[in-house]
């Protein structure tokens, strides 16, 4: 279905501008106590499961706990959470609503005013940007955690990502995306979800259905104080928006800490999405993030890497895509070289064995991230929680 509100107003194309089964209930965390989680901004989960697993804190995607389109270090934190807790953190998609008239966006699509619903139109009626001027996107946080020291490293262990409504949504708008100048009309496309034991998938018309891989399109700690506070568009070695479709559940993002508790903040919450990412946008959907902390005193990183059960991802960023995949060759050429390789025996590697795609190219700061496949090296153990 196509929505015909209003094109509501893009954070990206903000930023771009000033700097020239039937229900989806049985996987909604909302669906789970909804009187409870209205309660507080932040509850403690003893008797709470999220599918499985049991948080030690559950954030809400309220207002107070809402941050429109920024990090820094003195962004006052909504949580303070342990070194090894689990935390589920809700997260809301505003693609698509139109801020001065939220409620008109669920009317026109025969959408319901569920809990996801009303966290947006609350976040849209009491949530203001940073004085500055600064634009990005609704995040949920940031979280402080505990022990988290300059120097450290946050592992971030991605428990499960899932769906908090129906739907997610999709837009293009002119000088947006990829292809800015072919785009002549605003035009946002609602995909609903079709969840069954086969299949989870989303479309917004017959005969294209999208598999649905949730993830959140941005992980962030703090920058360090001197870089004061940052839009939410583009993605930097703290994290942020990385856009990168295989942060699944599974999966585990390595983040270097700047500032005292790390200061973890996260949203850009997406259903499905193509490497690139080429029309600005994903399918973007409320979801809430159930991630275990922990903190690594043992390991000094400069820039944002990830791991998968099969893979160790290397990730190259730069506003220009050819300066993003020599990055991102150099990270994974120096993960490889950590493996008692030479710089040259690394490049060989990589050049044989390394698949580079495209994260996206619509962040101002473009992405590309080296997949290094495990397999390639037999007779190394790679411990992994995930396997």
């Not at 947006?176 to 609903?192: H, I, Q």
């Not at 969840?195 to 018309?205: G, L, M, V």
């Not at 104080?225 to 295989?246: A, C, Q, T, W």
């Not at 995949?325 to 040259?344: D, P, Q």
């Amino acid at each position: 279905m196509k929505n015909k509100n209003p094109q509501p107003e893009n954070p990206r194309r903000s930023f771009l501008k000033t700097a020239a089964k039937g229900s989806i209930a049985a996987l909604s965390l909302s669906s789970m106590a909804a009187s409870a989680f209205a309660v507080d901004k932040i509850i403690k989960a003893d008797e709470m499961p999220v599918g499985d697993i049991k948080p030690d804190v559950v954030v809400r995607s309220t207002a107070e706990n809402t941050v429109y389109g920024y990090y820094g270090f003195d962004v006052p934190p909504v949580a303070k959470v342990k070194d090894g807790d689990i935390v589920a953190i809700q997260t809301v998609n505003t693609t698509g609503v139109n801020r001065r008239d939220p409620e008109a966006f669920f009317k026109a699509n025969n959408l319901p005013i569920d809990e996801q619903a009303k966290d947006i139109i609350d976040i849209y009626k009491n949530v203001k940007r940073e004085p500055s001027g600064l634009s990005g996107h609704m995040l949920t946080g940031p979280i402080y955690i505990d022990g988290a020291e300059p120097g450290d490293t946050l592992e971030v262990r991605i428990l499960d990502v899932t769906p908090r409504s129906g739907y997610g949504v999709n837009s293009v708008w002119p000088k947006g995306g990829d292809l800015p100048d072919d785009v002549k009309t605003n035009e946002s496309f609602v995909y609903k979800y079709k969840i069954d034991k086969k299949k989870q998938t989303a479309s917004f018309k017959d005969g294209v259905e999208i598999p649905i891989r949730p993830f959140m399109g941005v992980m962030a700690v703090s920058p360090p104080p001197e870089m004061k506070r940052v839009s939410s568009i583009p993605p930097g070695f703290y994290g942020g928006n990385l856009d990168l479709k295989h942060l699944v559940k599974g999966t585990t993002l390595f983040l270097p800490v700047s500032v005292k508790g790390a200061l973890f903040t996260t949203g850009d919450c997406h259903a499905a999405q193509g490497t690139g990412e080429i029309s600005g946008v994903a399918i973007e959907a409320s979801l809430t993030l159930t991630a275990k902390f922990i903190v690594r005193k043992d390991l000094h990183i400069k820039s944002v890497y990830a791991e998968t059960p099969t893979h160790l991802i290397a990730i190259g960023l730069d506003p220009d895509l050819g300066k993003a995949m020599k990055n991102a060759a150099r990270e994974a050429t120096g993960i490889i070289m950590n493996m008692n390789f030479t710089f040259n025996e690394a490049l060989s590697i990589c050049s044989t064995g390394v698949d580079f795609e495209v994260t996206q190219v619509v962040d101002q700061t473009l992405g590309v991230h080296g997949m290094i496949p495990k397999s390639i090296f037999p007779g190394r153990e790679f411990k992994y929680w995930g396997t």
